[in-house]
């Protein structure tokens, strides 16, 4: 059974930076296609950013060269830095890893206020 931790995330004023970073144990970790989802209350999950197990990387066309995804197959972890943040960016970010099934994180709030 994969599982995820999210760490990072908090408050930040519009035009700041946050990094996110999760950790995987369980799963087989490099050939694993890893990303970032973000959700608000009452809306569907929205896909953010994902990296496969090449290292391509997309992006959601809202975030793209603002976010950007890593991957570190050495330590099992994929971070997210985020910059330039916007208030439309506050949400719930969640990890997410898919090989053969999906798992995703618990989540870690981000929020962008004055």
């Known amino acids: 059974q994969v599982q995820l931790v999210e760490s990072g995330g908090g408050l930040v004023q519009p035009g700041g930076s946050l990094g996110l970073s999760c950790a995987a144990s369980?799963?087989?970790?490099?050939?694993?296609?890893l990303g970032w989802y973000r959700q608000s209350p009452g809306k569907e999950r929205e896909w953010v950013t994902s990296?496969?197990?090449?290292?391509?990387?997309m992006y959601a066309d809202s975030v793209k060269g603002r976010f950007t995804i890593y991957r570190d197959n050495a330590k099992n972890t994929v971070s997210l830095q985020m910059n330039s943040l916007r208030p439309e960016d506050t949400d719930v970010y969640y990890c997410?890893?898919?090989?053969?099934?999906?798992?995703w994180g618990r989540g870690t709030q981000v929020a962008v206020y004055s």
């Open positions: 369980g799963g087989v970790f490099s050939p694993a296609t």
């Open positions: 997410c890893y898919r090989r053969h099934a999906h798992y």
């Open positions: 990296t496969g197990p090449y290292g391509r990387t």
